[in-house]
């Protein structure tokens, strides 16, 4: 049986069907799953672009590369220093660029 079996229909105008869909497609989410998510009250952002899931991308092939660096050292009992001080490095350097990306204000 289904979980959602009550139906609703309302009625908007032009400008406020036009309104909803520019705030439904920011968001990335269906129409239905964005007034769910209204209705229980989330705060809803606009879909991140391209940049945001390179940068995740980037960070989370850092980490990875930081986990094997940390189970080498666990299962030999020393740290190979050169690989972790190549990927602190890479990672001081992608905290910098992040930063100048997002948090750095642009002169016009």
């Known amino acids: 049986m ?10 908007l105008t032009r400008r ?10 920011k968001s990335g989410l269906s129409r ?3 007034l769910r998510a209204m209705i229980e009250g989330y705060q809803l952002h606009e879909k991140p672009g ?17 986990n094997q660096i940390a189970a080498k050292a666990n299962a ?16 001081r350097k992608f905290q910098t660029e992040v930063k100048e990306k997002f948090l750095v204000p642009e002169k016009s």
Not at 2 to 11: A, D, H, S, T
């Open 50 to 66: 391209p940049v945001f899931y390179e940068t995740m991308r980037q960070m989370s092939a850092i980490g990875n590369n930081l």
């Open 76 to 91: 030999l009992g020393f740290v190979d220093q050169p690989l972790y001080e190549k990927e602190a490095l890479k990672w």
């Open 2 to 11: 289904r979980k959602r079996n009550v139906e609703i229909l309302f009625r």
């Open 16 to 25: 406020e069907a036009q309104e909803l869909d520019k705030k439904v497609k």
């Open 32 to 34: 239905e799953a964005f």
